[in-house]
């Protein structure tokens, strides 16, 4: 299995910018944390804690497909540098301003523009990927390993965010993220021999967004269900063992989830499967709404954490067919926004599920915010099966991609 991979990530050195995108993705999992662990321990509101944190997000959501359609226009390097600076900035501008307990007003700027030049580094590394490799197989081995990367990302981050939250200062994590992304933006740019090269535009093609392509919103649709997976198990998994006296395991069993993830992720991409993409993202939706499903009836802590690590290996596997299949289905020069529109949705999903499970969970304790997860689970199987028709023609005429100079 190490050898799949060892290939790939030696081939014209793609170890280097892999490498670097994990480093420039460590905030993915910080930023948000980070801002209320600070805000919280400054202001003591967790209400403006929580909104500051919230604005981050939404405008982030907002403006990364507006990003990612410039980069595929004018490149990585052009339109993520300046971006790039402008976050970092801002995030250290929030810094400041919170130590200085500025008036609260103020901080939602810094917040605001932190998240509307963010992008998706993950989105611009799986591009890369999609540039240099050719044999069949490979890209599904890299994408494989980009979903490991971002569940090691979301196994690490909150851990640091808390543990240097506390012990050493509450702004430790947005700290370390602002290192982050300036070293690890810096060192992705400067690897200029993989970025993906700028198709030029046909004049008599209109500049319509891929979202509107059938399968584009197939994907997305299907993302926003199962963000709302993520979402309401955040919280359920919180209130479930606060139910049980035992408040700080939420934390470890979301941990648990990730690494159940990340290693189906790297045996997924060791190997080579036969059966069309479409059909393995098909049974991947269903095992883990079948997954889901089993949360409700999981009455203590062993069985929970069974339930959740097993589950937590559907995850990355179809995570890694949908990125898949939207290589196969957008035009070469639109793929940063196509792969983009994946995580906004996911996103969005994810406080959709936020927003739904927390009152079902203050109704009826935290079996609420598991049948909520049960429920987003079947909705994606559901939002899947509309589609399905248009998901069977993306293995059919794979998009071609521009030869190598």
């Not at 690490?156 to 690890?184: K, R, Y």
């Amino acid at each position: 299995m190490l050898g799949t991979y060892l290939d790939i990530l030696r081939y014209r050195d793609a170890w280097k910018f892999s490498a670097a995108g994990l480093v420039l993705r460590l905030p993915m999992s910080m930023v948000g944390l980070s801002t209320i662990l600070m805000v919280r321990a400054e202001y003591g509101n967790y209400t403006l804690a929580g909104a500051v944190s919230a604005v981050n997000i939404v405008v982030m959501a907002i403006c990364a497909p507006l990003l990612a359609r410039l980069v595929d226009r004018h490149g990585q390097l052009r339109v993520m540098g300046p971006a790039w600076i402008v976050s970092t900035l801002s995030m250290c501008a929030l810094v400041t301003a919170v130590i200085m307990h500025a008036p609260e007003w103020l901080l939602f700027i810094p917040a605001a523009l932190a998240g509307a030049t963010w992008g998706a580094p993950g989105a611009l590394v799986r591009s890369r990927w999609s540039t240099i490799l050719r044999k069949p197989g490979q890209l599904t081995t890299a994408y494989a390993l980009e979903s490991a990367v971002d569940e090691f990302v979301y196994i690490v981050g909150p851990v640091l965010s808390t543990v240097l939250g506390t012990a050493v200062h509450p702004a430790s994590g947005l700290v370390i993220s602002i290192t982050s992304l300036a070293v690890g933006g810096a060192l992705f740019l400067s690897r200029r021999s993989s970025e993906p090269a700028i198709i030029p535009h046909d004049p008599d093609t209109p500049r319509e967004s891929v979202i509107r392509k059938p399968v584009v919103l197939v994907m997305a649709a299907t993302y926003i269900g199962m963000g709302m997976t993520f979402g309401a198990m955040e919280v359920s998994m919180v209130s479930f063992t606060e139910e049980r006296g035992a408040p700080a395991l939420g934390g470890i069993l979301l941990a648990i989830f990730s690494i159940g993830s990340l290693a189906a992720a790297l045996v997924y991409g060791a190997r080579t499967w036969r059966r069309p993409t479409w059909q393995l993202f098909v049974m991947g939706v269903v095992a883990m709404a079948l997954g889901m499903s089993a949360f409700p009836f999981a009455l203590n802590l062993w069985a929970m954490t069974v339930v959740i690590l097993i589950t937590g290996v559907t995850c990355a596997p179809t995570m890694t067919n949908v990125n898949v299949i939207i290589q196969k289905s957008v035009p070469a020069g639109k793929l940063t926004e196509g792969l983009t529109w994946m995580s906004t949705s996911i996103n969005l999903g994810t406080s959709l599920g936020t927003a739904i499970a927390g009152p079902a969970i203050d109704a009826v304790g935290a079996r609420g915010g598991l049948y909520t997860m049960a429920g987003a689970g079947w909705a994606m199987v559901l939002l899947m099966l509309i589609g399905l028709r248009t998901l069977r023609t993306t293995d059919a005429a794979p998009t071609p991609r521009l030869p190598l100079d």
